[in-house]
């Protein structure tokens, strides 16, 4: 399992930017593949982003397609979610999630899919 930690949230106003970083201090990073959940309060997490082992597939909600980019570093065990063009309703705590994969061409995007989590950053925007 990896050991992740999130930081880049805060306060931003509509239409502004955030790029939230995923540091991981496992062994496995480079084969892992990682995903971005979201989670508002009184409502499930949810699904935001994800990128492949290789970082070659990448995948979004339909919401954020357009305006969020997820990438990944593996030199830095770090993985990126640049935000832009952020919209109130995308207000919630964000996570990231990492899981082995031994394929290196597909994503996940389901919650039960991954078996390692952050702790979370807090990303608000405002009207």
């Known amino acids: 399992q990896e050991q992740l930690v999130e930081s880049g949230g805060g306060l931003v106003q509509a239409g502004g930017s955030l790029r939230l970083s995923c540091a991981a201090s496992?062994?496995?990073?480079?084969?892992?593949?990682l995903g971005w959940f979201r989670q508002a309060p009184g409502k499930e997490r949810e699904f935001v982003a994800a990128?492949?082992?290789?970082?070659?597939?990448?995948d979004y909600e339909e919401s954020v397609k357009g305006r969020f980019a997820v990438s990944r570093d593996n030199a830095k065990n770090t993985v990126y979610l640049q935000m832009n063009s952020l919209k109130p309703e995308d207000t919630a705590v964000y996570y990231c999630?990492?899981?082995?994969?031994?394929?290196?061409?597909?994503?996940?995007?389901?919650?039960?899919?991954?078996?390692?989590w952050g702790r979370g950053t807090q990303v608000t925007v405002s009207s």
């Open positions: 999630a990492a899981r082995y994969s031994i394929p290196n061409w597909r994503t996940f995007v389901r919650t039960e899919e991954y078996d390692s």
């Open positions: 496992g062994r496995t990073f480079n084969r892992d593949a």
């Open positions: 990128i492949s082992r290789s970082g070659g597939l990448t």
